[in-house]
């Protein structure tokens, strides 16, 4: 049976969402106008006054917010409520440039704690179960979302954060954790130390809660099968909130968005032109009930489509599609534009595990593309001698997912790096 933890909002009728919008839309930009000189001279500069925003359908109006204006204003300067209101902050795990930095009043603390609560009960989740929060905790938001969203729905919390394998094993069997949250690829090494650890019929995990990356249906169903639960994802940024800003549900057809607080637009990357529903493009995202930061058209980099359908679950509020790569991210090679969760899909539907990494050059004025593939204990076993035969078969699935020529190397099991958080994939050694 469906559960939900705010079944009023997450399965009102779409007009009664418009109308909620409608009303926070109005009050944020107001507040942000009065309070933030950046967004008033943004306004100003667009030729747009808060007079001119009365509702959902003039947002297109508005100026956009990038990482450069959280850069320009950095630290303080987007901050819409007093300091002394604010009672936390978090930042982006970025490593270039200047760090983004979001701060929190309570009642932003709150919402954020709401938004995760719902994500887990989305999963199944109920205040009986022991969620086990594997996601860093400290400046990154995945340790503190989930923590506070299991709080807020009564669940004994587990919060081992991110590292200490085998600390998490024990403790996984030890306390009976039922829902384990952390990043997938952090999933993929877990279920695969549990199972040489020979604790597989220990755990007592029943689904897991991963996002803060992209990752495939395939690793969906590698992880499910490894671990025997149902797996969901959730996604969110720093500079919305953290995880929760959208969450998927037992029809795992999408991710719901929090609507009450968080209105999406796709658009056009290169143009800026806001696009009909159902077309792919770049996620913008305006908060409309935070205090003390909150954006407005913010572009996400992420490449994604939006689809409103009442969904099997019972819930209205509109799904985001799994992002299928950031715009940033996205590899152009040799003029082709290549996303790595192609690579992904095409390396777990010949038998392998996201254990791989991209490597992109430039040779004589031509980009070259590398995948290095670690091979499973099977593979390897099995592959010893005939490893140019193994790896010419996935140049030939590359190529026909790409429509580009890459290298394929295979290495033993275990050579690959493994990651606590998200895991770094791609070398682009061309911005070297
Ligand atoms: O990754 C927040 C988060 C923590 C989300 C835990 C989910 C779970 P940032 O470090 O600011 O915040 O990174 C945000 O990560 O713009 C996406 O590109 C990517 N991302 C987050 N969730 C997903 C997902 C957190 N489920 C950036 N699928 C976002 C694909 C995701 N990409």
Known sequence: MERYFN?????????????????????????????????????????????DIKSVDDLHKL????????????????LAAPLSDCVRIQSTSGTTGKRVIAFYTQNDIDMWDTCCARAIVAAGGTKDDV??????????????????????????????????????????????STILCCTPSYAEYLAESINEHGRRDDIKLKA????????????????????????????GLTEICGPGVSFECSAQTGMHINEDNFIAEIINPNTGEVLPEGEKGELVFTCISKEAFPLIRYRTRDI?????????????????????????????????????????????????????????????????????VEMTPEIFSDTVKHISAKEKELVAALKNMLGLSAKVTLVAPKTIARSEGKAVRIIDKRKI
């Open 7 to 51: 079944p009023e909002i997450e399965c009102a009728d779409p007009s009664v969402l418009k109308e909620i919008q409608n009303e926070r839309l109005v009050k944020t930009v107001k507040r942000v106008y009065e309070n933030v000189p950046y967004y008033r001279a943004k306004m100003e500069a667009s030729g747009i006054t808060p007079e």
């Open 63 to 78: 100026p956009f917010v990038t990482k450069d204006d959280l850069r320009e204003a950095y630290p303080y300067g987007l």
């Open 131 to 176: 969620v086990q929060v594997s996601y860093g905790y400290g400046l990154f938001t995945g340790g503190p979302g989930l923590n506070g969203g299991s709080h807020k729905l009564g669940s004994l919390t587990v919060p081992t954060s991110s590292g200490n394998t085998d600390r998490q094993i024990q403790l996984m069997c030890d306390l009976g």
């Open 208 to 235: 897991g809660i991963f996002g803060a990356e992209a990752w495939s249906e395939e690793m969906r169903h590698d992880i499910e099968q490894k671990l025997g639960i149902k797996a969901y994802d959730i996604y």
């Open 304 to 372: 994604c489509v939006l689809k409103r359908e009442k969904c099997s679950c019972g819930r209205t509020l509109i799904k985001m599609a799994k992002p299928m790569g950031r715009s940033d991210d996205m590899l152009i090679i040799r003029g082709v534009n290549v996303f790595p969760s192609q690579i992904e899909t095409v390396l777990l539907n010949n038998g392998y595990e996201a254990n791989y990494q991209i490597i992109v050059d430039r040779v004589n004025f031509s980009d070259t593309l590398e995948v290095v």
